[in-house]
């Protein structure tokens, strides 16, 4: 079972916010999209993948303390074709974050 990381409680994988401190733990209210954090005075960009092999075109690098696609450099892959379709796919939505956001902006604005 995972654990906060601010409080340290156990929580259950799929909440979205921790039961004891509140703190979001998935991305835009989504089960499926978990929401890293920084710990202390860190960031977590020193420490991703997509930082180290410069791939990573997100405007809070290198100095986010949350973020959706962080990748943890020493995490080993866990197959070749996985580790593939996610890298293909978290550069497909660094690439395209504010044109994603500018949609779902429109699409509010028009409702
Ligand atoms: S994916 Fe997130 S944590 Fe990784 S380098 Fe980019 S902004 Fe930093
Ligand atoms: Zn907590």
Redesign the pocket.
Known sequence: MPYCPRCQQSVDSQAIACPHCRSLLKAHGHPGIPLHRALGQEF??QS?R??LDDS?T?P???Y?KE?T???NQSTPPTTVQSETMTSRFGQWLRRYTWLILGMFALLLLLL
Do not use: G, S, T
């Open positions: 977590l960009c991703c997509y930082h990573c997100f809070q690098r290198p986010a973020c696609l962080y990748r």
